[in-house]
């Protein structure tokens, strides 16, 4: 018994549309190749600059401590500066009230 002239009818044409199926896909596969390589590329790029941010950021905070710092210091200095002058003025009244002492007007 032979198969019906519909049936073989319909058997080619399930595989023509397969085989043009296969076809297209592996069309698909190979344009999405470069663009999955692309992105690829382009998360390691967005990585990179993550990581640079963070490293900013981080330079960013030093700094700013370090500002900080410096500013806390610079009080300090202006702060000793001033007991240096009053110690020196008190000195120099001293040296002169001695002076006066000893050899008079």
């Known amino acids: ?8 009818a319909l058997q080619k044409e399930k ?10 896909h592996t069309r ?8 999955r390589t692309r992105n690829q ?4 790029l967005n990585e990179r600059i993550h990581n640079q941010s963070k490293k900013i950021n981080d330079h960013e905070k030093t700094l700013k401590t370090r500002k900080d ?3 806390e210091l ?6 000793l500066r001033r007991i ?3 110690v020196c003025g008190a000195i120099s009244v001293v040296v002169a ?9």
Do not use: H
Not at 41 to 44: A, G, H, L, M, Y
Not at 74 to 79: F, I, L
């Open 69 to 71: 710092r410096i500013a």
């Open 1 to 8: 018994m032979s198969p019906c002239p519909t049936c073989v």
């Open 74 to 79: 610079e009080k300090e200095c202006v702060r």
């Open 84 to 86: 240096t002058y009053g």
């Open 97 to 105: 009230s001695l002076w006066l002492v000893v050899f008079g007007r």
């Open 15 to 24: 595989k023509k549309i397969l085989d043009n199926l296969q076809s297209q």
């Open 41 to 44: 590329e382009i998360n390691r």
């Open 28 to 35: 698909i596969a190979d344009l999405t190749t470069p663009i």
